[in-house]
């Protein structure tokens, strides 16, 4: 039996809605097919957003879409994305495949879609190959209420008030695609560019988030910290001038040569990709250290803006358009990463799996009027418990379990909140292929009335497909006896289980 203890007295931090965020870019069949089909369309929208995927993600409490990239912002230039449809801009998409876009999605759609959505935005910014006049006046359109060039080109664009930019991203891999630089030069670039990201409102101020490190480039992370702090000895209320650094981590079962299938894995991959994904635990302990030093009151968020799995693309399929299926070992990396995000939630204030519709590791696939929801889908929704929670002291007895010395995993994940009627929340995943758990959740000194619990589990590369949607989906679990303070449940193998707690 294993031993899982929670304290529900001791309070750890706010879980951030944002921690359970979403990526999506000009990418493939992310946007154009995925989720705009355009008002002409067969396929049921409005105003030109799918219907069946926007009810999915409000379903699923989707909290925040960061757009319009990844590599394609740094290539994007916004006013070719705005006016008459007909007489926008043609662009080649350089990065994904060389496709030609109409640019027929633009800064309206995306405002409009989140509006659709109920959720924030966070705006990508163009420093790769735009300029500082181009950002700011991308600001000034989005967000000045009042007289002035870019607002009154919005307003002869059809849209009189001004939109909310929850976040804004002052580029994107810096240290890549987005212009190959040095974290010294990055963090010169990136003090200048900010400056004319102009708060209009001060009620809604932007959050601004600056280009942080590829994985484990620790480095990246110490000098831009130290260059942004530097000469704010007056001001360190500046923080930095950011409020947030990004972090890009994938998870590949091998490397980026050969990533390895998303289907029709062995158990041996099924470890290696745990393992690769569980990295994540060092990257936000080593990351939020450096971060510490600087910022020991965690003001700045570490923003964890693209995550997940990155598998060879299906066969058949264009290879720049990263489409890959999502299984049962998708939902596990799902669980884990949710669960350590909780388990961060003071540094981590955002976090933005890769990708929204059709893109790496998706929470729905589309075919034509199709649509399906992966088995990530079904994890992000169970999660969406967590979301404003406060995260509680919690602690379980684990053993290692995996096919090779160098691959071993901790054979469970877990994280635990409360939400603001009281209800305890536990997520718990079973990381093993063929064992199954017993399992004792103790909630220290509390007497437990009532649980409900839903589960997602399958063998480990069962996955949904167009002929047969809903091979993997949540179901509800009802397994579990109460006494006292305390529950216990067998966790079968290969599942993320969600139990609701009143006390
Ligand atoms: O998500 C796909 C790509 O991965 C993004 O465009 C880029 O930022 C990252 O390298």
Known sequence: MYRHIINPEKKKGHINPEIQGHFSEHLGRCIYEGIYVGENSDIPNKNGMRTDVVEALKEMKIPVLRWPGGCFADEYHWMDGIGEKASRKKMINTNWGGVVEDNSFGTHEFMELCEQLGCKTYINGNVGSGTVREMSEWVEYMTFDG????ADLRKKNGHEKPWTVDYFGVGNESWGCGGNMLPEYYADIFRHYQTFVRNYNPDKKIKKIAVGPSDKDYNWTEVLLNKCFMGQGKFPQNYGYMNGLSL??????????????????NEKEWYMTLNKTLFMEELLTKHSAIMDRYDPENKIGLIVDEWGTW?????????GFLYQQNTMRDALVAGINLNLFNKHCKRVHMANIAQLVNVLQAVILTEGAEMLKTPTYHVFKMYSAHQDNELIE??????????????????????VSVDRDGRVHITIANLSVSE?????????????KAVNGEIITGKMDAHNTFENKETVKLVSFDAVSIKGDKLNYVLPACSVLHIEVTL
């Open 248 to 265: 890009h981590y994938y998870t590949l079962p091998y490397d980026w040569d050969r990533k390895g299938a998303a289907t029709g894995f």
């Open 394 to 415: 919690s602690s379980i007895d684990t053993k290692q379990i995996g096919l090779e010395d160098s691959y071993m995993v901790p054979n469970l994940s877990e994280s």
């Open 311 to 319: 598998y060879d693309v299906e066969e058949g399929t264009n290879p």
């Open 147 to 150: 007289v002035s060039p870019m």
């Open 436 to 448: 199954d758990y017993e399992i004792e959740s103790t909630l220290l000194g509390k007497e437990i």
